[in-house]
């Protein structure tokens, strides 16, 4: 453990600039998000645009592709929760189980088709974890975009296995922002879950 902890103070002063700017502006998109405010969009936006190249340039291929998606995502989720439903305010909202493994299952099926890709046609490193924790990401990304409940148990899971991926790039300062998000996920169910009106 203590060799651990060393090797993620050695990879911690080795950050750059440009990482510590995308953590600062991904942990108030969370924080935003918990509290179900617009504004976390915007602060989304401009982290996601920066992980894009972080991550282009450290070959996780899949989560720069990623990030570009979740900067689309970004335009989508300011615009979704200011028009709302009918009645005003977009709702938290929940879904049933059977809706969850059908998406567990899609999810596990374009991973492993992506990961394939990935391993065959570009240098990625890790191509079938990159590209698992990529595709449940999008899925999920659109679930916040929509209030869905139960996002934040699938970031829970996806940010856990991002934790382990990001040590192995030297991207210590990431990882940690990850198990700040593992937490924050825990918080943001809880939270949502309060707001959570009854069908």
């Known amino acids: 453990m203590t060799a651990f902890v060393a090797a993620v103070i050695e990879q911690l002063k080795a950050t750059s600039p440009l990482e510590g700017v995308a953590v600062l502006l991904a942990v108030a998109y969370l924080w935003l998000a918990m509290r179900q405010s617009q504004w976390c969009w915007p602060a989304a936006l401009v982290s996601t645009l920066l992980y894009v190249w972080l991550f282009y340039d450290v070959a996780l291929l899949s989560e720069s592709l990623l990030n570009v998606y979740y900067m689309a995502m970004a335009v989508y989720g300011w615009w979704s929760w200011r028009q709302g439903t009918a009645g005003g305010k977009l709702p938290v909202n929940s879904r049933p189980l059977g809706w ?44 916040v975009t929509r209030k869905v409940l139960e996002n934040w148990l699938y970031w829970i899971a996806i940010d856990g296995l991002s934790i382990w991926l990001y040590l192995q790039k030297d991207l210590a300062m990431t990882a940690l922002l990850f198990v700040a998000y593992v937490l924050m996920a825990i918080a943001g169910y809880w939270s949502w879950r309060r707001a959570l009106q009854p069908a």
Do not use: E, N
């Open 100 to 143: 969850h493994l059908k998406v567990i299952g899609a999810g596990a099926a374009l991973s492993l088709a992506w990961g394939h890709l990935m391993a065959t046609h570009t240098q990625a490193a890790f191509p079938y974890l990159d590209a698992a924790t990529s595709c449940f990401a999008v899925i999920t990304t659109w679930m």
